[in-house]
């Protein structure tokens, strides 16, 4: 491509100004828009993956501005009735189709690296303890999806030469891309419109829950197969002359997609998976959180040590012998993971979170005494008898006055809930307060209801 047309082209079109458009665009939603990409353990600058992933959740809004400001792009010979007197020149149509093409795709992957620039510098300030080049394939896509679509756009509207073109199709890519759309109400997202392969063709990402989620390699090739055979057909569409010739151009529009069909993993579990390096546990000594949580660890290890050891002098052979972060998917709202064996954290558990000192302890010994079972985040709200419960086990364990649990959505309805059970419970004898805090901790694993177990009566 000859880069004096390029520049010719850059400043004569409407190339700059799509590329602009999609800048502030996606930046007014980002910082205008109060969202789940500001909360959380998963906020969109906390990490590279979460980053790469909450930008390309923006597609389900900027991509089908690309396509539509390609479409307008596409219009410009039609519109300046130029079309035969640059056929007649002997200039092959290819190339003005790159050069077209190319000016446009320029700035629109431009905008797009501005906008992960923005997010990649405020991960940096931030200090992620998790670094890994995963997050960059994910960016990739999404800045070919932002081209792609483009050049589509223009191609169809040097097929179809009218002024409803560019609306038409940037309402049909926006209708496209949401109609595929993916929830992250479930333990990983999925599609409720369509069957997960077909749900991939969309170039957005769910809305990210779980900071140790990633995409899958099927999912990135099939993804940029998808897009270089919309590339392929946009610039086929641009050159043709025949009506046959345009026919002919859909191919590898047809083709690319049907092999990425072929190449996603039929089941969303197959799609989104658990990143394996930011998953493995980083420990000192019995105590371990997952490597993305890298930077509590320091704060965690003198409380989560003493707390182990409470937990012993209180349950015995049945108390959990190390603290380990979580890293099983979980649907919204939907029961966590737990275990015999070991205290385990979530890393968007809002009482743990927000501790520390003493008051961290005193969360560890209520988690290991009533595991959480209904998960406490920014977007689940947790269970108030579960709430109570872990209270009163972790005064009984710490002795002292019942106190509620810092952080806890519950914390100021927690004493009113817990405290006729707990001085109930007090006054009992010894031996049948630990015969009901054992009953409380295995209702607790078992998903049931701790509180009742701890009040006497049949768990729920």
Known sequence: ?????????????????????????????????????????????????????????????????????????????PRSKMSELLSSTPRPARHRAAVLAGATALTLV?????????????????????????????????ALA????????????????????PPALAVGAFVFSNLLRQSADDTVPTSFAVPNRYSLLAP????????????????????ALWLLGMVATGLALLAAATPRARLLALTPLLVGGAVAVLVFPVSPRGAYVVDRAAAAQVCDGAVCVTAAQRARL??????????????????????????????????????TERSRDFVLIDPDDVVIGAAGGEQ??????????????????????????????????????????LRPLDGSRFAANDLTVARPVWERFIALPQPEQRRRIGAMHAAALSCADPLAALAGGASR
């Not at 932002?146 to 073109?165: D, F």
């Not at 079972?373 to 710490?398: K, M, N, Y």
């Open 1 to 77: 491509m000859n880069l004096r047309i390029l520049r010719i082209e850059l400043k004569r079109t409407v190339a700059p100004w799509a590329g602009a458009v999609v800048l502030v665009t996606a930046l007014a939603y980002l910082y205008l828009v109060s969202g789940p990409w500001w909360r959380g353990n998963a906020l969109w600058t906390a990490q590279w993956t979460s980053m790469a992933l909450w930008t390309r959740y923006l597609l389900a809004f900027v991509w089908p501005l690309a396509v539509g400001l390609g479409a307008l792009q596409g219009l410009r010979d």
């Open 110 to 142: 431009s905008a797009f690296a501005l906008i992960v620039l923005q997010g990649a510098v405020q991960v940096l300030a931030g200090d992620a303890p998790y670094t890994s080049l995963g997050w960059l394939p994910i960016s990739l896509v999404g």
């Open 146 to 165: 932002l081209a792609a679509g483009a050049v589509l756009g223009m191609g169809v509207a040097r097929a179809l030469p009218s002024v409803l073109t």
């Open 204 to 223: 957005a990402t769910a809305e990210v829950r779980q900071t140790l989620l990633t995409l899958s390699a099927p999912v990135h090739v099939g993804q």
């Open 298 to 335: 320091a704060d965690l290890a003198g409380p989560g040590r003493e707390a182990l050891r409470l937990l012993h002098d209180t349950l015995g052979d049945q108390a959990p012998a190390a603290i380990h972060g979580t890293t099983a998917p979980r649907a919204r709202d939907a029961e």
């Open 360 to 401: 961290l302890t005193r969360a560890l010994v209520g988690q290991g005494m009533a595991p959480v079972c209904h998960p406490r985040s920014d977007t689940d709200f947790g269970s108030a008898q579960e709430e109570a419960a872990r209270s009163i086990g972790a005064a009984w364990v710490l002795g002292g006055d």
